[in-house]
């Protein structure tokens, strides 16, 4: 097989896997059943469709995309100068050792009671939650990436007088973007996973509360069709950032 | 014998005040406590001075470079610096160190200009700013190169910016820890001239670290030789042969016998007292 067939191939074979899964949805949702009926890829598409034209969907997801980007900056004003610190500070970084891996492992949803015990009923709950998913990936992908600077680079810096905090946002920062970028990754991938049952907890808008509302309306296929605006846009998030974090590679090599 | 170019050192014939003194240093590789790298070790550095420090690797002449430049604390002894007390790094002392250590995100003019805009030390902006680094990059003859990053440079061209950006700072004292060490012969013999002449035309008084005999009889006005475990300064010559020396290397023959035969001295006292430390003193 020449190269130019083989890279053809490359590009071609993720979609076979698109089509695939179309075809097994259409498989599963065939017959007489009217309610399976409602879960059919072209019920789906017909409702994708309505929504967006009639803007019924744009409340709702300028709602989440707000949400989304103020948990992950609130995560990164946390996270980032947190794992500075204590990249920098070995003997903090061994004394919080326990307590962030044992916090870090209790799932986001599990804070759910205390967080609108705390913040009550509306946005704060939700903003925490978010906040508290993303806030892991970050912290620890700036640890390690403070851990990975090259031990020269300080040197020089402080061969040139650098002030630690010179040394911090000149030499520190620009080495760590690499894992930042990663960081804001998976801190991207898990916060939109947690979003949308964040969003039950008695919001008034976002793509969460509408799957509550197409359930209740017994609207199934609006419901498959918000299902679908959720993964695309998960996607289109984390492409953007993988893009982000080649070019930066790119930039360098 | 006064036909030779060099003298064995008795007194320093500068009459100024030096530029840098240093009185009984002794340093560890990490803090109080542990056995000295180099001791008690004594000297000066005079202005416009190119002085290299020879010894064998591990004999403490990295750390001594360190120490003298405030990159890491003395543990006995004290650093002057024109007279005055040295603590930490100083904008006055410049380094160029083995590797060149360039940001890999900052192209070639971005790495001269780090230098010059932090808070300690030279500080200049905007059209200043360009200036000082164009005039850097004169300095090493890499005017056309200003926009190349450090993976695009040879290793001759990455330690020439290492060079400028120190030299930038308008330092007074340069140290180099083995900073050709890692070039090609043709590269280096380049790279000594290079030094050389911006070292005179800046009045900068160098201390260059080297392992290299050869390095050290062209470049050096003034040569210590260095013993190891700990470090300290056994021998040191005058070298009075004007520079450039490509000419006059003959001259220079009698002299590389006396260092040879010193080196194989210091090696021979190593061999007698203990033999393990060869094999273990890499």
């Known amino acids: ?253 | 014998m006064s036909f030779l170019p060099f003298t064995t050192a008795t007194r320093s014939s500068h009459r100024n005040p030096p530029l840098l003194e240093i009185q009984q240093l002794s340093a560890s590789y990490a803090g109080t406590g542990h056995p000295p790298v180099f001791n008690d070790i004594s000297l000066k550095i005079h202005q416009g001075e190119v002085i290299c420090l020879l010894g064998a690797s591990g004999c403490g002449k990295s750390t001594l470079l360190r120490t003298l430049g405030g990159l890491q604390p003395a543990q006995k002894g004290s650093i002057f610096l024109e007279g005055e007390k040295v603590r930490a790094t100083r904008p006055e002392i410049g380094f160029v160190f083995q590797k060149a250590v360039l940001f890999p995100w900052q192209n070639v003019r971005k790495s001269i200009a780090f230098g010059l805009t932090l808070r300690k030390g030279p500080r200049y902006k905007n059209a200043d700013l360009r200036k000082k680094v164009d005039a850097a990059l004169d300095d090493v003859g890499l005017h056309d190169a200003g926009h190349l990053h450090a993976h695009q440079l040879s290793g001759g061209m990455a330690q020439r910016v290492s060079l400028a950006r120190a030299l930038a700072r308008e330092p007074s004292l340069l140290l180099l820890d083995e900073p050709l060490g890692a070039l090609d012969a043709i590269t280096r013999l380049e790279m000594q001239k290079l030094i050389l002449d911006v070292a005179e035309r800046h009045k900068i008084a160098v201390l260059w670290v080297t392992h290299d005999i050869d390095e050290a009889l062209l470049v050096a006005d003034r040569i210590f030789l260095m013993d190891r475990r700990p470090g300290r300064i056994v021998d040191e010559w005058h070298v009075s042969s004007p520079k450039p020396r490509f000419d006059s290397l003959d001259s220079l023959l009698p002299l590389r016998m006396t260092i040879l035969s010193a080196l194989s001295k210091v090696a021979g006292a190593l061999r007698s007292s203990d033999p393990a430390s060869l094999s273990t003193a890499a």
Not at chain 1, 53 to 78: C, D, K, M, N, Q
Not at chain 1, 89 to 94: A, M, V
Not at chain 1, 147 to 173: F, G, K, N, Q
Request: proline share 5%; with cysteine; aromatic share 8%.
């Open chain 1, 1 to 253: 097989m020449s190269t130019t067939s083989k890279r053809w191939l490359s590009h071609f074979l993720p979609f076979t896997g698109v089509a695939a899964g179309l075809l097994l949805w259409w498989l599963a949702t065939r017959g007489e059943s009217v309610l399976a009926a409602s879960f059919s890829p072209v019920e789906t598409f017909k409702a994708l469709v309505q929504l967006i034209r009639t803007g019924e969907i744009w409340p709702h997801l300028t709602a989440s995309t707000i949400r989304v980007a103020e948990g992950l900056g609130l995560a990164a004003l946390i996270g980032i100068p947190l794992g500075i610190i204590q990249g920098m500070n070995p003997n903090l970084e061994r004394a919080t050792s326990i307590l962030f891996q044992f916090i870090r492992m209790i799932s986001p949803l599990a804070w759910m009671p205390i967080a609108v015990m705390l913040l009550g009923i509306g946005d704060a709950p939700v903003l925490f939650l978010l906040t508290v998913a993303a806030v892991w990936p970050l912290l620890l992908g700036t640890i390690s990436g403070v851990h990975a600077v090259d031990r020269e680079h300080l040197t020089l810096a402080r061969s040139l007088c650098a002030s630690p905090l010179e040394i911090v946002t000149r030499v520190v920062v620009p080495s760590i973007i690499p894992h930042l970028l990663t960081g804001l990754r998976l801190a991207m991938g898990v916060i939109w996973i947690v979003l949308v049952p964040a969003e039950m907890l008695g919001v008034q808008a976002g793509l969460g509360y509408f799957i509550l509302d197409t359930r209740d309306r017994l609207a199934y296929s609006e419901l498959l069709a918000v299902l679908l605006i959720i993964g695309a846009i998960g996607y289109a998030f984390d492409a953007f950032l993988r893009n982000a974090h080649q070019r930066w590679d790119h930039s360098k090599h």
